[in-house]
């Protein structure tokens, strides 16, 4: 079982940056691959990007290709995503989740944290 715990949202003007993080429970942490989805209002939850248990691996959707970034820190249970050149466009509550493959994790995965909102202004 993982219990996640995202923040890291706020208001900030286009063009601007945030860093979200995403706190896991479990001692397995390290050994589950983490993902980034949001879901803007009156859309579908997409997928934003994804790593690897070990960071060897990540995927981007292309829209944000270029201006986020993921990472983690397996000593830290956090996973992040450093988000540059923000656009309105970017406006959703994000969500943190984990699962056992980095395949899983583009596809939904198993575990999901809260959300934490985004407001991008123009």
């Known amino acids: 079982q993982v219990q996640l715990v995202e923040s890291g949202g706020g208001l900030v003007q286009a063009g601007g940056s945030l860093r979200l993080s995403c706190a896991a429970s479990g001692r397995t942490f390290s050994s589950y691959a983490m993902g980034w989805f949001r879901q803007a209002p009156g859309k579908e939850r997409e997928f934003v990007a994804a790593?690897?248990?070990?960071?060897?691996?990540?995927y981007y959707v292309d829209s944000v290709k270029g201006r986020f970034t993921i990472s983690r820190d397996n000593a830290k249970n956090t996973v992040y995503l450093q988000m540059n050149s923000l656009k309105p466009e970017d406006t959703a509550v994000y969500y943190c989740?984990?699962?056992?493959?980095?395949?899983?994790?583009?596809?939904?995965?198993?575990?999901w944290g809260q959300g934490t909102q985004v407001t991008v202004s123009s």
């Open positions: 790593i690897s248990w070990s960071g060897g691996r990540i």
């Open positions: 989740n984990a699962d056992r493959t980095i395949e899983e994790a583009v596809a939904g995965g198993n575990y």
